[in-house]
């Protein structure tokens, strides 16, 4: 058994295939790959933005949503202390209503800039991806030409 062993280890280790020197990379490949490397990353900044954008938004909607009700809840228990007063019910009756109405325009307000939101991080990641897809286009082309 020892006679194998010493056999094995006495031959030499000689690869078929020659070693190959590091690929040089042209220097126009090279800004291809960082323009591809540089269009992920805006992607994946763009994409965390726009989600805490968007947690933000729907956060400020709740938040108008509560304090708009609360008024509302105030003006309700200002009425029902004022019930015997009719000018002073009649004046709160009124901001009730106004504040009602504040509330469905502040919550509208509100939807509105979370749409606005949503459409302006689908367009800008749009924009971004069509700039990965350029770069990568062009990395494509220069290997072609070889350059």
Do not use: F
């Not at 459409?119 to 062009?138: I, P, S």
Request: glycine content about 4%.
């Amino acid at each position: 058994m020892s006679e194998l062993i010493e056999v094995l280890e006495a031959r030499e280790l000689l690869s078929a295939s020659p070693i190959k020197a590091p690929h040089r990379v042209s220097p126009t490949i090279a800004a291809d790959q960082a323009a591809i490397v540089t269009a992920r990353t805006t992607i994946v900044q763009d994409q965390a933005n726009g989600r805490a954008g968007l947690v933000a938004d729907r956060a400020n909607i709740t938040t108008v949503r509560k304090t708009d009700q609360a008024t509302i809840k105030a003006d309700q228990i200002k009425l029902r202390q004022d019930a015997g007063n009719s000018i002073a019910v009649q004046s709160d009756r009124g901001q009730l209503l106004i504040d009602e109405a504040k509330l469905r325009s502040d919550h509208n307000d509100a939807i509105t800039k979370l749409k606005q939101d949503q459409a302006a991080g689908k367009t800008l990641l749009a924009t971004d991806r069509d700039a990965l897809k350029a770069a990568q286009t062009k990395l494509r082309d220069d290997r072609i030409a070889g350059a």
